[in-house]
């Protein structure tokens, strides 16, 4: 419905052999979209050195992930993106908030460059993965026969909160706002072997965000 933002909320629990992830996506549309054969999306990350910055490897994996499986959408890679785009996305020139990505790409010598490549959407991602809470301890040391020993219980909480704002170059305005949280606990239980545990949530936020963004686009 257009004037309006509908938001739409799942909440997902992934299990799997390395762990339990808990993944919550929300939805906020703000324009009708749909994409054509010949068009492709660009999907990129913060191009800053700082904390801020969206990490590549995500970034990439939401790429991939996109333009494969079912539904695939045609994926403008970063690199040749910003190539193409030259200098305007490098880090001393690219922006670091969404209003300044609208103003640059509502510049006409921009707008056109990127239609000349084939793009009809930018998607805009902000977000980071963290280690955190932990607790326990961990210790290994060397035991008799010269075979290495290890004793304790390590856990900690991996959070993985990454947002994807999309943007139509041709009505050059922002269509809609998706989000990906995962949240899982990793643990490591040692008597003499050490038996890791690992909660992929950048993993699950990648998978969950990249089909959100298939699935909005195609409408």
Not at 57 to 72: D, I, K, L, Q, Y
Not at 183 to 205: D, H, N, Y
Request: proline share 4%; charged share 20%; glycine share 8%.
């Amino acid at each position: 419905m257009m004037g309006k933002a509908l938001t739409a909320i799942v909440i997902l629990a992934v299990f799997a052999s390395t762990g339990c992830v808990s993944s919550t996506i929300q939805q906020v549309r703000q324009g009708e979209t749909g994409i054509a054969g010949h068009e492709a999306i660009a999907i990129l990350g913060r191009r800053h050195k700082n904390r801020d910055e969206t990490r590549h490897s995500f970034v990439e994996c939401v790429s991939n992930r996109t333009s494969s499986g079912s539904n695939p959408i045609s994926v403008i890679g970063d690199k040749a993106f910003l190539d193409s785009l030259f200098p305007w996305f490098e880090p001393r020139t690219a922006p670091l908030e969404l209003t300044e990505l609208g103003r640059l790409v509502a510049r006409p010598e921009i707008a056109q460059r990127i239609k000349e490549i084939g793009v009809r959407y930018i998607v805009w991602i902000e977000g980071t993965t963290e280690r955190r809470d932990q607790a326990g301890t961990l210790q290994c040391a060397v035991a008799s026969g010269g075979l290495p020993a290890c004793f304790g219980f390590l856990s900690w909480e991996g959070a993985s909160d990454y947002e994807a704002t999309i943007w139509d170059i041709s009505n050059q305005i922002n269509v809609g706002k998706l989000s990906s949280e995962a949240r899982g606990v990793s643990f490591v239980p040692a008597v003499i072997v050490p038996l890791p545990f690992i909660a992929r949530v950048q993993a699950s936020a990648c998978n969950t965000l990249a089909d959100q963004i298939k699935s909005f686009i195609t409408g």
